[in-house]
């Protein structure tokens, strides 16, 4: 996998029909990326399996490993599970669309498409995944900072947040951060960086010792936040993505990796949240009904 941003993204493309299959490939080599192909859904997980690609465009009715199967699998390895998968389909079908959504999917091009949408769509979620590997990295270095924080304490003591977490990283970063009590009931903030303040609007005094569910507002029937109850009651860590509201009242969806700091006894003492504003790829996930061409410049 490509992970210097000076260079070109490796991409595999997944379609049995040969035409598109050749086309797509040209259209991509001519941007300068890297492709690489097969023709059934097989061939697919060897070449993931061979050297893992940046992105994926998927394409329909594979055989051997049809497309569904091949999303499915990829999206339960570790190594795999954040690899952008872009569907190509034929036809315009909700309940398709649902499916390759539900599935792992995060992205749904109708062919024939103009090349002009089908390159932003890839440079997009490239972007998209770049970030998201800088945040979990970002999320691990906060981490152990916590921990070598934390073993340098007696147990029990409070970490002192603000000689150690606001100057050594967390307000360094350009990320939302959340930090909540994990030994009081229900989990109170006891920080935030101004990068939450600019993503939200609320200012630390505002949310301090409240639980973070006040951003989503009346907004509280998403799945999403069985699966952070979940995550909490279990001391595990979780990836979601929430619909969140500004102070001002406003929506934004809100990426969040949610990890427990432990400390050397391994008793949960905080929860750290690093969250990212997803709402521009949410909204670039909704197919364009007036697509006429098929990658025609």
Same mark, same amino acid.
């Given at each position: 996998?490509?992970?210097?941003?000076?260079?070109?993204?490796?991409?595999?493309?997944?379609?049995?029909?040969?035409?598109?299959?050749?086309?797509?490939?040209?259209?991509?080599?001519?941007?300068?990326?890297?492709?690489?192909?097969?023709?059934?859904?097989?061939?697919?997980?060897?070449?993931?399996?061979?050297?893992? @690609?940046?992105?994926?465009?998927?394409?329909?009715?594979?055989?051997?490993?049809?497309?569904?199967?091949?999303? &499915?699998?990829?999206?339960?390895?570790?190594?795999?599970?954040?690899?952008?998968?872009?569907?190509?389909?034929?036809?315009?079908?909700?309940?398709?669309?649902?499916?390759?959504?539900?599935?792992?999917?995060?992205?749904?091009?109708?062919?024939?498409?103009?090349?002009?949408? $089908?390159?932003?769509?890839?440079?997009?979620?490239? +972007?998209?995944? $770049?970030?998201?590997?800088?945040?979990?990295?970002?999320?691990? %270095?906060?981490?152990?900072?916590? +921990?070598?924080?934390?073993?340098?304490? @007696?147990?029990?003591?409070?970490?002192?947040?603000?000689?150690?977490?606001?100057?050594?990283?967390?307000?360094?970063?350009? %990320?939302?951060?959340?930090?909540?009590?994990?030994?009081?009931?229900?989990?109170?903030?006891?920080?935030? %960086?101004?990068?939450?303040?600019?993503?939200?609007?609320?200012?630390?005094?505002?949310?301090?010792?409240?639980?973070?569910?006040?951003?989503?507002?009346?907004?509280?029937?998403? @799945?999403?936040?069985?699966?952070?109850?979940?995550?909490?009651?279990?001391?595990?860590?979780?990836?979601?993505?929430?619909? %969140?509201?500004r102070k001002d009242g406003s929506l934004f969806?809100?990426?969040?990796?949610?990890?427990?700091?432990?400390?050397?006894?391994?008793?949960?003492?905080?929860?750290?949240?690093?969250?990212?504003?997803?709402?521009?790829? +949410?909204? $670039?996930? +909704? @197919?364009?009904?007036?697509?006429?061409?098929?990658?025609? &410049?």
């Amino acid at each position: 996998m490509n992970t210097n941003t000076n260079k070109k993204a490796d991409i595999l493309i997944a379609e049995n029909q040969i035409e598109s299959l050749k086309l797509l490939s040209k259209v991509l080599e001519e941007q300068g990326y890297k492709v690489r192909q097969a023709i059934d859904g097989e061939m697919a997980l060897i070449a993931v399996e061979a050297e893992i @690609p940046d992105l994926i465009l998927l394409g329909m009715n594979l055989d051997r490993v049809d497309d569904y199967q091949v999303c &499915k699998q990829l999206k339960m390895q570790d190594k795999t599970t954040d690899v952008p998968i872009i569907f190509l389909r034929d036809f315009d079908e909700l309940s398709d669309k649902i499916k390759a959504f539900e599935i792992g999917g995060t992205d749904y091009i109708i062919k024939p498409c103009q090349q002009e949408e $089908l390159l932003v769509r890839i440079e997009t979620q490239l +972007k998209v995944s $770049l970030k998201l590997k800088e945040v979990k990295k970002e999320n691990k %270095n906060l981490v152990k900072k916590l +921990k070598i924080i934390e073993n340098s304490q @007696p147990v029990h003591q409070q970490i002192p947040l603000e000689s150690h977490l606001l100057y050594q990283a967390i307000a360094a970063t350009n %990320n939302s951060i959340v930090i909540t009590d994990a030994t009081a009931s229900d989990y109170p903030i006891i920080y935030v %960086n101004p990068g939450f303040e600019i993503m939200t609007g609320y200012s630390l005094q505002e949310v301090t010792g409240k639980n973070c569910r006040f951003l989503q507002g009346s907004d509280d029937q998403q @799945p999403e936040l069985e699966q952070i109850r979940d995550c909490l009651q279990k001391g595990e860590s979780c990836h979601v993505t929430l619909r %969140n509201y500004r102070k001002d009242g406003s929506l934004f969806w809100n990426e969040m990796s949610l990890s427990p700091i432990k400390d050397e006894s391994g008793n949960i003492l905080y929860y750290l949240g690093v969250q990212t504003d997803v709402t521009d790829k +949410k909204k $670039l996930m +909704k @197919p364009n009904k007036d697509i006429k061409h098929l990658y025609r &410049k």
